[in-house]
């Protein structure tokens, strides 16, 4: 009788331990479901323009193919794409390039990473009075960005295109106007703020015009004297959060920007838009 009992007991103990425990995977399978679902519907910040129609354009696509349900958010300023991705509402976003991502780091105590670098538009020699750079005269005065990063960038095209000479021994990213060390035809250089710079094409005698300025102006790229060619630092790159880096979103992203498909769009879509490193040695 004692034994009956005993094993009536051990009966019920056993059914319920069993039923616990599938209670138990079925509620983590649910979460783990529920947790892929969420994962595969993302959010991801541009500015309205150029970038925000690679993302439709080039990206998008590749990453629906892959089962991810995109949405872009657009932003009309360069501080709120950060502040977004950082506070989680968006998932990566595509605005900024190495240098500025950094700075924005340190100075608002954020914890984001650049992913890949993706094609760039860059900054272009523009004019109205020349129509080739060896036209320019003794004198000639050119608008140039009035922040020090790109007005580096203004310097290094300039003498790519041998027009001034640089002091071999300054840092690329921060050449200044006193880093000239020579400049045959006496150039005069007007800063001024970046938003200015396209209509400066009218009044000045050259104007260096960031590509995304550019772009913004409805002008066209293939139209500047001559076009910068970029370091790496300046191209714009696909960021996340520092803690997402080793995810498989992270990972789809990286796939599908170096992915054929990508560069093709890019080709036809994007003309003029320099092209990093990794995509020029593969």
């Known amino acids: 009788m004692i034994v009956k009992k005993f094993l009536a007991t051990f009966l019920v103990f056993l059914v319920a331990v069993l039923l616990v425990a599938c209670n138990s995977n079925s509620s983590e399978k649910s979460k783990a479901d529920s947790t892929s ?8 910040g541009a500015t309205a323009g150029p970038y925000s129609d690679m993302v439709k354009k080039a990206i998008k696509p590749g990453l629906e193919e892959k089962g991810y349900k995109v949405e872009i958010v657009e932003f009309s300023d360069y501080i709120q794409p950060n502040k977004a991705l950082n506070e989680g509402s968006i998932q990566a976003n595509l605005f900024q390039h190495t240098i500025y991502l950094e700075n924005f780091e340190k100075e608002n105590n954020m914890d984001l990473t650049a992913l890949i670098t993706v094609p760039t538009a860059p900054m272009g020699i523009y004019s109205n009075k020349y129509k080739s750079l060896d036209e320019v005269e003794d004198g000639a005065t050119i608008t140039i960005p009035n922040d020090p990063t790109n007005a580096a960038r203004a310097f290094n095209t300039l003498q790519d295109e041998g027009l001034i000479k640089i002091d071999p021994n300054a840092d690329p990213l921060k050449v200044s106007e006193k880093d000239i060390i020579e400049n045959p035809k006496n150039l005069k250089f007007q800063p ?48 996340v959060k520092a803690e997402d880096e080793d995810s498989q ?18 080709d036809a879509e994007f003309e003029g838009f320099g092209k990093p490193e990794w995509m020029k040695n593969r």
């Not at 938003?195 to 550019?214: H, I, K, M, T």
């Open 37 to 44: 679902s969420e994962s595969k519907e993302i959010k991801i």
């Open 192 to 239: 001024l703020e970046a938003g200015q710079l396209p209509r400066s094409v009218d009044s000045a005698d050259l104007a260096a015009v960031p590509g995304n300025y550019a772009l913004a102006a409805n002008m066209n790229l293939l139209d500047a004297l001559a076009l910068e060619n970029m370091l790496d630092q300046y191209r714009n790159v696909v960021a």
């Open 249 to 266: 979103l992270a990972k789809d992203l990286i796939e599908v920007v170096q992915s054929e498909e990508f560069e093709k769009v890019i």
